[in-house]
């Protein structure tokens, strides 16, 4: 499977039932809430003996030794990676399948976010952290009545085009009835390969309509920058994929000079960890983001120097800021960096390791936890930010910025 992340925290499959609320972006519902290394970036996190022998911390992050390793260990409520492996083989030595013996394993084992993904659902995944996705342009979340609604249409996208709305119910796939479907079972039926032919059948108002569309290749905009009254730059940061991290950097550079930040992090699910530290570099000079450890390995990754340490900042949180955008949040708010200002955040900071079975499928299981520079845990709790707000969040983070000089 070309580019796949190897070491990514991410939360469990929400379809489960954890969390029916969150609107699931149809291009990343595979890859929701992540927080990843690269295959390079992973052996050197993941391997006490490479990560101490770094000499220096590179342009976005750093893994170095946070304390002494105690020694390879199995966190309590985790999957065996062992079992998992075995039980899949043996299922595929029997002509079963081993996607479905290793979910069951993982089950058993009380791994909260461990997951099994065949191939397409993780290339997919590894597509999505490099900004694109191929499909037709919706957003799909679930509607107060219980059905499939479109969130949100990508502008220019197939669906677009075909004059798809906001607000449509979504009610068969290719004629598979979608009505009772978890979401991303629902993304599953709309991704696919580039050029192939999918058919909507969807109800709006009551009338029904049926448009057939063409799946594309679609780029995600993962950092947006807009200007509010009084010079405030809004910065934000959908997903941390491929890219986002400098254009973070890039955003802060070119904010008017006196000016303040607001960083917005809602709705944001995670992403590549270095691109999540090179972000939280724009606005620090070096030193800790975040520890974590792996099997009882105890690691830590730093900030990038010569960051913004002085312009005013407000990071909007809410209970769809997950994993790195957790992570990045937790180390403005500990280092005294930034306000905090929303709601409390998913929480979201174990981290998995993938491991590949014989079938192909891809295995995610936990193998240690994040802690912010504090020695908070991000995983459960969430963080709660500095100043508790639901509506009218952006002025109320301005307000915040107010009292720190920024604004006429």
């Known amino acids: 499977m070309p580019g796949l992340p190897a070491f990514c925290p991410r939360p469990r499959d929400l379809r489960r039932g954890a969390v029916l609320t969150l609107v699931f972006l149809v291009s990343v519902a595979t890859a929701g809430g992540t927080g990843c290394w690269d295959r390079e970036e992973a052996a050197a996190a993941a391997a006490p003996t490479a990560a101490a022998g770094a000499a220096t911390p590179g342009p976005a992050a750093a893994a170095a030794p946070a304390g002494p390793a105690p020694g390879p260990s199995r966190p309590a409520g985790t999957a065996d990676r062992e079992a998992v492996a075995r039980a899949a083989a043996e299922a595929v030595a029997e002509g079963k399948s081993g996607k479905k013996a290793a979910e069951e394993v993982v089950s058993r084992s009380g791994d909260r976010w461990g997951m099994v993904y065949d191939q397409g659902e993780y290339a997919a995944f590894a597509e999505d952290l490099d900004g694109y996705w191929t499909g037709v342009g919706i957003w799909a979340g679930r509607a107060p009545d ?72 679609l780029r995600t905009e993962p950092v947006t920058v807009r200007r509010l009254p009084g010079g405030i730059t809004v910065i934000k940061v959908a997903s941390f994929s491929r890219g986002s991290g400098e254009r973070v950097q890039a955003a802060v550079r070119a904010a008017p000079p006196g000016t303040g930040v ?23 000079d070096g030193g800790l983001v975040a ?92 963080i709660v930010p500095d ?22």
Not at 272 to 278: D, F, P, Y
Not at 292 to 308: E, F, K, M
Not at 341 to 357: A, D, I, N, Y
Not at 387 to 408: H, I, K, M, Q
């Open 291 to 382: 520890t974590y450890d792996v099997r009882g390995s105890q690691r830590a990754l730093y900030a990038a120097p010569g960051g913004d340490t002085a312009r005013p900042l407000v990071a909007l949180v809410d209970g769809g800021t997950m994993s790195a955008a957790e992570l990045v949040t937790g180390a403005l708010q500990d280092r005294g960096r930034a306000v905090a200002v929303g709601t409390r955040t998913f929480g979201k900071g174990s981290v998995q390791m993938p491991t590949e079975l014989p079938d192909g499928s891809v295995a995610e299981l936990t193998v240690g936890t994040y802690r912010t520079p504090g020695g908070r845990s991000l995983d459960g709790g969430g």
């Open 146 to 217: 219980g059905r499939i609604a479109v969130e949100k249409v990508q502008a220019g996208s197939p669906a677009d085009r075909a004059g798809v709305r906001t607000g449509d119910r979504l009610l068969s796939v290719d004629g598979q009835a979608v009505t009772g479907l978890a979401v991303d079972d629902v993304v599953a039926l709309l991704r696919g390969r580039a050029g192939t032919p999918v058919v909507l059948h969807l109800d709006r108002g009551g009338a029904a309509l049926t448009e057939t569309v063409r799946r594309e290749q």
């Open 387 to 408: 100043l508790a707000a639901g509506d009218g969040v952006e002025e109320r983070a301005a307000t915040v910025l107010g009292g720190l000089g920024v604004g006429p």
């Open 262 to 284: 607001m960083l917005d992090l809602r709705g944001n699910k995670g992403g590549l960890v270095t691109e999540a530290v090179a972000a939280a570099s724009a606005f620090l």
